[in-house]
């Protein structure tokens, strides 16, 4: 999950400085994320479901989604007005995924110490 929040991030960053270099307009530049970073979110995003699907927690299936559809809202944005929606979207997976480490830590401690 780590590896999927660090992708988004680099792409929310990449964003908002292809905005800037554009010299903030009011819309944000058409600018396609950095060669291969498209596909190694696709690659983490996937790994991320499927491996999700493998657990018999629902809280935790549900906080790994809640994650990644926080995460499909932080980028691209297109309009200025778009960004305050990405940054919120930022935020919300941020904070899922500090709710989802907490249970997986709760589900953790629960197991026998053999």
Not at 40 to 58: G, K, M, T
Not at 80 to 108: C, K, P, Q, Y
Request: overall charge negative; charged content about 25%; some cysteine.
């Amino acid at each position: 999950m780590s590896s999927y929040i660090r992708l988004i991030g680099r792409g929310h960053h990449h964003d908002v400085m292809a905005w800037r270099a554009a010299g903030e307009p009011a819309e944000y530049p058409v600018d396609m994320l950095p060669e291969g970073l498209s596909e190694e979110i696709n690659v983490v995003e996937r790994r991320v479901q499927v491996l999700s699907q493998r657990v018999d927690d629902a809280e935790v299936r549900d906080g790994v989604r809640e994650v990644v559809v926080c995460g499909l809202g932080a980028i691209p944005a297109r309009k200025v007005g778009d960004a305050g929606s990405a940054n919120a979207a930022l935020g919300r997976m941020v904070t899922a995924f500090s709710t989802l480490n907490e249970r997986i830590g709760s589900i953790l401690r629960g197991l026998p110490n053999d």
